[in-house]
């Protein structure tokens, strides 16, 4: 394999880990609240198509992504509100979230011209930095600050103590006289938020479209990543990239003359869901989730 | 901190109690007239004065709880006036009360277990959101604790601290706010008897520098061994504060656990010598630390009503746990009618013939999203003829749940169609009566089962347990209520922190010795 | 409690459900005003493109067929207590196991039922892991769910292009044999015997769950753990249980859309006639409210919006697609537990102040 082809792999990896790993982050601070957004899927859609749409109205890669930051702030919200004050099904309202944003996307795109297919132009998609071997997207080092930077919030902060404790016993926050549903609902809009910026990267950034199935199940693989993760952002980092290496792999098998014949891609394509699995069963005992995961809280 | 001031054989300390009054409560009254049974408090006056550790004696339900909720900021009052040193205050939230300086440690842990000592400090802490004073707080934790000895590391995870030392965090938790008057509420339900002496020595410093302790126990022990002045409170009434000096464990037992002597209902002897329940050595899950080495032993013999009283904590729900099969115990042996079912499932105990009735009716006892009909037979619904290889027989089900829904006066608009939910508390308890008892079990585990009844649902269970004892079952009582124990039954135990210490003839208990015992002084003599 | 409330105890979830659809198709309508469309044309040609005509109801129930298999998975899951939302990936097994099976050339109808059987075991050996991991390791199913179906989904992938692909037709599987295939009720629509199938799988689980024993143990333990095990109610059985019928029931949802779907019976590359039926079914278990016959309902109303929707593209030209978007709305509504409380509130005042 020659030289080329490391680095290569080695780009692909990298941006394939951002929208996962930006949606995973997000997730995180939301978890360590107490709340459980199996939507992040749809978010991701309704990311990718408002950061087009923005992007196109404004003619700027930056209010693109801006856009599919709010449009996932709005989501966010709208999930924190039902999880928190209404106490509805999290779950419920998730899986509600993905079927429409499935449908308002794919709806849109029919309206707007081609069906099933959107594509942004060059000029306004994100510039990438050329570095000689290859061309880097600049929200690569961005999600790689991000990492650090939420890490920094939920570790080292008195803010990150407070929503940790409204996460893991939010009776006795409330007793400490915080305002456990407000910081949960902080934390579903700031989930959604980026997560909406991952959805915007996929469609302003790496695949400089929109389609129906541009998310792939990468709301689904960022949920399996903060389990992962154990809610620790930097894990996170790691298990992006290391899922984006498989995403990146699973390609090359593909067309690799040679490797193709002897691995089918679809057990590479396999691969990261097994590991999540053994990891979540092997692991499950020492990684330690928020007591409140999940339930909404109801001051007795 | 001279181990000298505290002797855990009763001898109190003499100091005078003369500090400045720091907090006084004139009047204070809880609840509406008429509504309850009565007052949940009844125009008390309190007051806590500076160097003194005061106790709060009474049984359950006495009010101690409460008086502390409404002092510190937790409960609001109903009438009253409440001074902070001479001040007129009135408490919104318990933040009000820690900005008075008043502070209390309840006893349920309110801790978030992934945090160490010092984060969980952090959580009540006044600070800007991206500060992080976790150093300061530990530095400021390891001044506390070395100070008043209180053995706790600021830097341990609370979680992996056992229920002894997750207390002491509460009380590190509280004293960083650096209160004048704490409320402590049977802070000693976890502790070890070490651990509760060396929580004492740290009480009686922090009085000796001027604070104010308020100390509510059942355990006349423990009073004797750290109070200045004590305070006894029986349903929500004052009965008197006087120095420790001026007392004896006798006059306070008699205050707190009452005189009357409760008819003992006349019965024929038992009968049978045979055994329905043989317990030896038994640690429940969950007492490990806290029973003595040798456990619970007791025996109840077929066609024997067996109570056991004591106040709510020492070890009851843990005790019927394990006789049920709810849960495995530590350590022990548990024989039912001759067969070891130590450790079997609760479906084994059922199919042995152990009946029993929850303390927790609506939680445990049945199925509230479930109809009438249903939870009648929530046990019974695997045999004939309620179902036939898996099938189940609607019409016999009906017809049985008519008969117990009648048998036992529950009043039930109807059996299919009505969720056990809308039912009221007694009503509930008419059905499980009823479900636990038809088939006249062998034995039967019932815990507190006439709490929150009326006189005559009360008078009607007592007949039933009367008439199942004729018919040779086996009933173990487990109830708080001394007046039913002493009327009930043949012999009655007393239990006090994971074992049963002392059993006498039900016809012969003296009110005054089971106090006694209820409270953990050694057994005069009777 | 007074009758009217009694009778607004049971009828309450319908309300909700149809409410909720209420809501879904007013919101619907406003988007299609946003983008020019007329409302009022586009649902009048929604509701006669499925259920206008014989033709129509019979596209309708066809699509009705596995949605009400997929939902009985996850309603049976939700009665225990548990999210099973797996459906998607026993499925798509469940669809290639039939192919497989069929291929033994039994006659008919022998080759139905092993196929069929096939298709049910398949689903199970796919839910059971799920239930494994659960009871041994505490791996909380929805994250397990997930990953078996991502993992099914590639497998299915390898299978029809490696395994039992076509030797004549790269793009799909080798058909179902003849012997295997659930004739047509209608001879010009795609509604078959798969139906017929769907149907008594919900007698049966109408039976399983309020006139068995086992049926009243799931119920019970998925209310309440804590009384269940009190009351000598075997937690973990109930957790098996629930995922292999689950499971079972799952598969056949694939087996009935590949043996009963005209005119390829066999299973393209990209799986256009799987895809998403697990996640619809989740969609048409909460219309439903988790009930047998509510589901029956849901799965009508959800087949026939698809029907609808694509004659609805016709003419007047609404995107397919908003049939997705009045689901999703439809199904946040149902999360919110408000309408559940205006209800409670209703009955408390007409039993009289409970």
Redo the contacts between chains.
């Keep these: 394999m020659e030289m080329a082809h490391l680095w290569g792999i080695l780009f692909l990896s990298l941006h394939a880990m951002v929208p996962i790993t930006l949606a995973a982050i997000g997730e995180t601070i939301e978890e360590s609240a107490g709340l459980f957004n199996i939507g992040l899927e749809g978010i991701l859609l309704l990311g990718a198509l408002a950061g087009a749409l923005g992007a196109e109205a404004s003619g700027s890669a930056s209010i693109g992504l801006l856009s599919g930051m709010t449009a996932g702030a709005l989501v966010g919200l709208l999930f924190g509100w039902i999880g928190t004050t209404l106490r509805g099904s999290q779950l419920i309202t998730g899986v509600g979230i993905n079927l429409f944003a499935l449908g308002f996307v794919a709806l849109m795109l029919t309206v707007l011209g081609a069906p099933g297919f959107h594509s942004v132009s060059r000029e306004i998609q994100v510039p990438l930095i050329p570095l000689g071997v290859g061309s880097l997207s600049p929200l690569v080092p961005v999600t790689i600050v991000l990492a650090f930077a939420v890490w920094w919030l939920l570790r080292r902060t008195q803010l990150g103590i407070w929503i940790r404790a409204a996460g893991d016993n939010p009776g006795a926050a409330d007793v400490a006289g915080l305002p456990v549903n407000a910081l949960r609902l902080g934390t579903a809009v700031a989930a959604g938020m980026l997560a909406g910026l991952a959805g915007a990267y996929l469609s302003v950034d790496w695949f400089g479209a929109v389609t129906k199935e541009i998310t792939a199940g990468r709301g689904f693989i960022a949920l399996a990543i903060v389990v992962f993760s154990g809610l620790n952002p930097l894990l996170a980092l790691l298990g992006g990239f290391i899922f984006g290496l498989f995403d990146g792999l699973a390609t090359w098998v593909a067309t690799y003359p040679g490797i193709k014949e002897i691995i089918p891609w679809q057990f590479v394509a396999m691969a990261p869901y097994i590991v999540t699995l053994a990891v979540v069963a092997g692991g499950i005992g020492r990684v330690r989730f928020p007591k409140g995961l999940g339930v909404p809280y109801l001051r007795e | 901190m001279a181990n000298s001031a505290i002797d855990p054989k009763g001898q109190a300390p003499k100091t005078p109690v003369h500090g400045q009054i720091l907090l006084e409560a004139r009047g204070l009254s809880k609840g509406f007239p008429g509504v309850w049974k009565h007052l949940i408090l009844d125009h008390l006056d309190f007051d806590v004065r500076a160097g003194e550790v005061h106790t709060l004696l009474g049984e359950n339900g006495a009010g101690k709880t409460v008086i502390a909720n409404i002092l510190s900021g937790y409960y609001g009052k109903t009438d009253g006036e409440i001074r902070v040193k001479g001040k007129l205050v009135s408490f919104d939230s318990p933040r009000d009360g820690l900005a008075h300086g008043i502070a209390m440690v309840h006893q349920d842990l309110m801790l978030v277990g992934a945090f160490t000592v010092a984060q969980n400090v952090m959580v009540g802490l006044k600070a800007p959101p991206f500060s992080f004073r976790l150093h300061q707080v530990e530095r400021k934790l390891d001044e506390l604790v070395a100070h008043y000895g209180l053995q706790v590391d600021p830097r341990a995870r609370v979680e992996d601290l056992s229920a002894g030392e997750q207390q002491r965090v509460e009380i590190l938790k509280v004293l960083f706010h650096e209160p004048e008057v704490l409320f402590l509420d049977e802070p000693t339900s976890l502790l070890t008897p070490h651990e509760a002496d060396q929580l004492f020595v740290v009480l009686r410093a922090m009085a000796d520098e001027g604070k104010g302790i308020v100390f509510i126990s059942h355990k006349m022990r423990e009073v004797f061994a750290v109070s200045d002045r004590v305070t006894v409170l029986k349903l929500g009434k004052m009965q008197g504060t006087c120095h420790i000096s001026e007392t004896t464990e006798d006059e306070l037992t008699r205050r707190t656990f009452g005189e009357t002597v409760p008819d003992y209902m006349e019965r024929p002897a038992v009968r049978s010598d045979k055994l329905a329940i043989k317990v030896s050595n038994l640690i429940p899950q969950g007492l490990e630390k806290k029973a003595p080495k040798s456990g619970f032993s007791f025996t109840l013999r077929q066609g024997e009503i067996l109570g056991l009283a004591g106040v709510a904590g020492n070890g009851q729900s843990e005790l019927i746990a394990s006789i049920t099969g709810l849960a495995s115990p530590a350590s022990g042996q548990i024989i039912i009618l001759g067969e070891d079912m130590t450790k079997r499932s609760p479906r084994a105990f059922i199919e042995k013939g152990v009946a029993h009735i929850p303390e927790r009716r609506r939680e445990m006892g049945i199925v509230e999203q479930m109809f009438v009909a249903e939870n009648v037979v929530l046990k019974d619904y695997r045999q004939t003829p309620f179902s036939r290889n898996t099938v189940l027989n609607h019409h016999e089900i009906t017809a049985h749940a008519q008969d117990i829904v009648a048998r036992f006066n529950a009043l039930v608009p109807d059996l299919w169609d009505t969720e056990c939910r809308i039912l009221s508390g007694g009503n509930i308890q008419r059905l499980i009566l009823g479900r636990e008892t038809w088939r006249k079990p062998p034995v039967i585990i019932a815990s507190h089962p006439t709490e929150g009844l009326d006189a005559k649902a009360i008078r009607h269970t007592w007949d039933l347990f009367l008439e199942l004892r004729e018919q040779g079952s086996g009933i173990l009582l487990i109830s708080e209520d001394l007046d039913e124990i002493m009327s009930l039954s043949d012999r009655i135990g007393v239990m006090f922190e994971g074992a049963i210490v002392g059993v006498v003839e039900g016809q012969d208990a003296d009110r005054e010795l089971l106090g006694h015992w209820m409270a953990g002084t050694a057994a005069q003599a009777a | ?1 007074t009758t009217s409330a ?1 009778w607004l ?2 009828v309450g979830p319908l309300i909700e459900s149809l409410l909720a659809g209420l809501i879904g198709l007013v919101i619907g309508a406003f ?1 299609m005003l946003a ?1 020019g469309y007329d409302p009022l044309a586009a649902y009048l040609s929604l509701f006669s493109g499925s259920f206008g005509s014989v033709y129509s109801w019979a596209e309708t129930l066809a699509n009705a067929t596995p949605l009400i298999l997929t939902a009985l998975t996850f309603a049976i899951a939700m009665r225990g207590g548990l ?1 099973n ?1 797996g459906a998607e990936g026993q499925l798509y097994m469940g669809a290639l196991a039939a192919v497989a099976v069929s291929l033994i050339h039994l006659p008919s109808p022998f080759n139905i039922i092993v196929s069929l059987v096939a298709a049910m075991v398949a689903g199970m050996i796919w839910s059971l892991p799920v239930a494994l ?1 659960k009871l041994g ?3 909380h199913e ?3 769910t ?3 179906n ?2 099914s989904h ?2 299915a ?2 299978l029809i ?2 395994v039992l692909t076509d030797p004549k037709r790269g793009e799909k599987t080798i058909s179902i044999v003849e012997s295997a295939r659930l004739g047509r009720i209608l001879p010009t629509a795609s509604l078959n015997y798969g139906l017929v199938i769907a149907l008594i799988t919900v007698a049966f689980i109408l039976f399983f769950l ?5 049926g ?1 143990e799931l ?2 333990s998925g ?2 753990s ?9 937690l973990r059985k109930q957790v098996m249980r629930t995922f292999l019928i689950g499971g079972a029931i799952a598969g056949l949802a694939g087996a009935v859309q590949v043996m009963g779907r005209p005119p390829t019976y066999a299973v393209m590359s990209g799986m256009p006639q799987l895809v998403n039926l697990g ?1 619809d079914g ?2 048409v278990a ?1 219309i439903g409210r988790n009930h047998p016959v509510g589901i029956v309902v849901a799965a009508i109303f959800f087949g026939g919006l698809m029907v609808g929707g694509r004659i609805m593209q016709f003419d007047p030209g609404v ?1 397919f ?18 309408l559940r409380r205006i209800f409670s509130v209703a009955r408390r005042k007409l039993s009289g102040g ?1």
Excluded at chain 3, 226 to 234: D, F, K, N, T, V
Excluded at chain 3, 326 to 337: D, K, N, Q
């Design positions: 409690m009694q105890r049971r988007i983008f999210f939302i991991l390791r505490g791996v929805v994250i397990s997930i990953m078996f991502w993992i590639f497998f992938f390898y292009a490696n309020w006139r068995t024993s086992a009243f119920r019970a209310y309440n804590e009384a269940s095990h009190y009351a000598g109610i075997s996640f989740i969609g909460m995107p697609e908003l049939v997705r978007v009045i689901e999703g709305v439809i199904i946040v509504t149902l999360a919110v537990p408000e409970g």
